[in-house]
């Protein structure tokens, strides 16, 4: 009876009695030899397109090496097909051109894809390669623990690449919390930031150049913040244009006058004219006459009328009193007492005397004589 071979690595399996002064051939060559390449042995795959390994019994083939080593460029995604049966392959992606390899069973099956610059361990699953393990590059795992790490935390790379977490970041699955945030770049306005790394200026305050966020130079205690259009505002004093005065400081007595000259408002003190004195103080301004008039007290009034018609009683008044001022407006009805007053042969007339003389006596002489009457009706 003839010899038979394995089902997965194609090994020879002498039967009994058989190979008689050859069976050292048969187990050197399709026993050992075989078996040390399934175990260490690497079919190297440089062409950029599909493979297919190869299998056979007893004999050299590709299926059955233990590592797939892919090298050279790549254009596009190969596939490397090998037989739908139990076996480990290491298979590592050298390639150049950023291109994964994808390594099915015959049928095919889904198969799995290792990236480039990956190194992964592929083993059959009963229906299809998996991958079980790799080396910079992806795996698809259904759980992975790492029992140094704290529920809660968000995991970084260390040195080495190690696996590590910090309290002072964490994540529940909703909120992502942080002590305290450092980025490399500005966040963008569009996320919430501010597009910027200057520094905040104490007592500036924050305003948009049109892309980030930016801010002004602090003003001194009390000034206005003014708007400069599209530039950056600036802390300076508040202009008559715009309700403001354009001024600063002050001195005792100063006044703010109008000023058609650039529209502003000039300061000014008052001028003291001809016996007039101005003292400026603290918020007052004070007025006062010089030499005549002011005020006083009046201790005396008097009135005296020389060479008229009009004679005052009662001047000079002291304390209280009244001026009484008569006309003598019945002298002119004598024209003896008229000729004398107008010619100046009268120098000082008591008005009141006189008309009360023309009362009694003047009127009446004067109609009796004129017209035989008496007629003055008190006039």
């Not at 990956?118 to 991958?131: C, H, P, Q, R, T």
């Not at 992502?176 to 490399?184: A, D, M, V």
């Not at 104490?202 to 305003?207: E, H, P, T, W």
Request: charge should be neutral; hydrophobic fraction near 35%; include cysteine.
């Amino acid at each position: 009876m003839s010899s038979s071979y394995t089902s997965l690595l194609g090994l020879i399996l002498p039967t009994t009695g058989e190979l008689g002064g050859t069976w050292g051939d048969a187990v050197n060559n399709s026993l050992t030899s075989l078996l040390d390449t399934a175990v260490a042995g690497t079919t190297t795959i440089s062409t950029d397109g599909d493979v297919t390994l190869t299998t056979t019994t007893g004999a050299a083939n590709t299926a059955r090496q233990a590592v797939l080593l892919c090298s050279g460029a790549r254009t596009a995604i190969r596939t490397i097909t090998a037989p739908a049966q139990s076996k480990v392959y290491v298979v590592i992606n050298s390639t150049t051109g950023g291109y994964s390899v994808k390594l099915v069973g015959t049928g095919p099956t889904t198969g799995v894809s290792i990236g480039s610059g990956e190194s992964a361990v592929i083993a059959w699953n009963g229906s299809d390669f998996i991958k079980i393990g790799n080396y910079n590059g992806g795996g698809v795992f259904t759980s992975l623990t790492d029992t140094a790490l704290t529920s809660g935390r968000v995991t970084y790379a260390t040195t080495g690449g190690l696996l590590t977490d910090s309290s002072n970041l964490t994540f529940d699955g909703t909120t992502l919390s942080t002590n305290t945030l450092n980025l490399t770049t500005a966040l963008g306005i569009a996320y919430g930031g501010t597009n910027s790394t200057a520094t905040p200026t104490a007592g500036g305050v924050s305003y948009g150049t049109g892309t980030a966020i930016a801010y002004s130079t602090a003003g001194t205690s009390g000034q206005p913040l003014l708007s400069n259009g599209s530039s950056a505002p600036s802390f300076g004093t508040l202009g008559v244009a715009w309700g403001g005065t354009g001024q600063t400081t002050y001195t005792d007595g100063q006044l703010l006058i109008g000023n058609s000259t650039g529209n502003t408002l000039t300061k000014a003190t008052l001028t003291a004219g001809t016996g007039i004195t101005i003292t400026n103080g603290s918020g007052a301004i004070t007025i006062a006459a010089t030499g005549g008039g002011g005020s006083g007290t009046v201790t005396s009034v008097a009135q005296t009328f020389t060479g008229g018609l009009i004679s005052v009683s009662g001047s000079p008044v002291t304390t209280s009193g009244t001026l009484a001022l008569y006309s003598c407006r019945n002298i002119w009805r004598h024209p003896i007492f008229f000729w004398s007053i107008n010619l100046g042969l009268v120098s000082r007339i008591d008005c009141k005397r006189l008309d009360d003389w023309w009362r009694s006596w003047g009127c009446a002489f004067y109609h009796y004589n004129r017209h035989r009457s008496s007629n003055c009706f008190g006039s």
